[in-house]
């Protein structure tokens, strides 16, 4: 049975379970993860149009909510489950994504004429990655489990993560015009900014993960990056028959199906 430091006082008890507070505070990041989910990623033109953004950027508003999506997802299961442990590292991931995305937010408003939407982004950004810290400097002392998932398979699926969520992180947020490239129009650099933020989060998550290889704590990470990655590929498909994105759904579709594969495997095996 696993033992951890209390967060309020020095004797020890069974796992580290979040207040009801915390929990209904968590209901905040599962909205807007959910919302800016699945609003662009199954309604793309009508959120382009709601947002006052370009209606023509489908590859991208879609991609953007596959990587927002995983977020949603976990932080509702985490409210009904209740585990600082599991939820660890997606609170870790959290942090960059949304100080990032204010960011975003900001030199956006300061550089170019925002959309209304841009400005009403501000304040949830803010919320998070301040409920985000507040969490992680609270729970600091809990003791985490023993490594029972150190294995080389393991270690190489995390570090190709990291490398993969990386570079699809830092790109769109330096330099979105790149996709021109690889034949992708970037109408709307802000959502691929932001696409990027949720994207450069999972590479933070990663490189934490590499850490901890428990599978109390990599349960929900694994969860993530099976929504990220199967979702994006399955997006990815219409595009590869209609010829509106040339490149990227070609690479993307198989990685993020071959990807989703490898995580209910390895979601598998932290639930054994």
Not at 245 to 272: C, E, F, H, S
């Given at each position: 049975?696993?033992?951890?430091?209390?967060?309020?006082?020095?004797?020890?008890?069974?796992?580290?379970?979040?207040?009801?507070?915390?929990?209904?505070?968590?209901?905040?990041?599962?909205?807007?993860?959910?919302?800016?989910?699945?609003?662009?990623?199954?309604?793309?033109?009508?959120?382009?149009?709601?947002?006052?953004?370009?209606a023509d950027d489908v590859f991208?508003?879609?991609?953007?909510?596959?990587?927002?999506?995983?977020?949603?997802?976990?932080?509702?299961?985490?409210?009904?489950?209740?585990?600082?442990?599991?939820?660890?590292?997606?609170?870790?991931?959290?942090?960059?994504?949304?100080?990032?995305?204010?960011?975003?937010?900001?030199?956006?408003?300061?550089?170019?004429?925002?959309?209304?939407?841009?400005?009403?982004?501000?304040?949830?950004?803010?919320?998070?990655?301040?409920?985000?810290?507040?969490?992680?400097?609270?729970?600091?002392?809990?003791?985490?489990?023993?490594?029972?998932?150190?294995?080389?398979?393991?270690?190489?699926?995390?570090?190709?993560?990291?490398?993969?969520?990386?570079?699809?992180?830092?790109?769109?947020?330096?330099?979105?015009?790149?996709?021109?490239?690889?034949?992708?129009?970037?109408?709307?650099?802000?959502?691929?900014?932001?696409?990027?933020?949720?994207?450069?989060?999972?590479?933070?998550?990663?490189?934490?993960?590499?850490?901890?290889?428990?599978?109390?704590?990599?349960?929900?990470?694994?969860?993530?990056?099976?929504?990220?990655?199967?979702?994006?590929?399955?997006?990815?498909?219409?595009?590869i028959f209609s010829g509106d994105?040339?490149?990227?759904?070609?690479?993307?579709?198989?990685?993020?199906?071959?990807?989703?594969?490898?995580?209910?495997?390895?979601?598998?095996?932290?639930?054994?």
């Open positions: 049975m696993l033992h951890v430091l209390s967060p309020s006082h020095t004797g020890t008890r069974i796992d580290a379970k979040l207040t009801t507070l915390e929990r209904v505070l968590l209901i905040l990041p599962t909205l807007v993860g959910l919302t800016f989910g699945l609003f662009p990623l199954l309604l793309p033109k009508t959120f382009a149009d709601v947002a006052q953004f370009p991208v508003y879609q991609l953007a909510g596959a990587a927002t999506l995983g977020y949603g997802v976990v932080c509702l299961l985490d409210i009904f489950w209740g585990s600082w442990l599991a939820i660890r590292l997606p609170t870790i991931a959290l942090v960059p994504f949304n100080l990032l995305a204010l960011a975003v937010c900001i030199i956006t408003i300061a550089t170019t004429n925002a959309p209304y939407s841009v400005y009403l982004l501000l304040t949830p950004t803010i919320l998070l990655s301040s409920l985000s810290i507040w969490l992680l400097w609270r729970y600091r002392h809990v003791t985490r489990p023993e490594q029972d998932l150190a294995q080389l398979p393991v270690r190489l699926f995390l570090t190709i993560g990291t490398l993969a969520a990386g570079t699809f992180g830092v790109l769109p947020l330096v330099a979105p015009q790149l996709g021109t490239l690889v034949h992708l129009r970037i109408n709307a650099p802000f959502i691929a900014q932001m696409a990027g933020a949720a994207s450069f989060g999972y590479a933070v998550m990663t490189v934490f993960a590499q850490r901890a290889l428990s599978s109390l704590e990599l349960r929900l990470p694994i969860v993530m990056a099976a929504i990220f990655n199967g979702v994006a590929g399955v997006a990815c498909i219409p595009f994105v040339i490149i990227l759904p070609i690479l993307i579709a198989p990685v993020g199906l071959a990807v989703l594969v490898g995580t209910l495997i390895g979601l598998r095996r932290t639930m054994a």
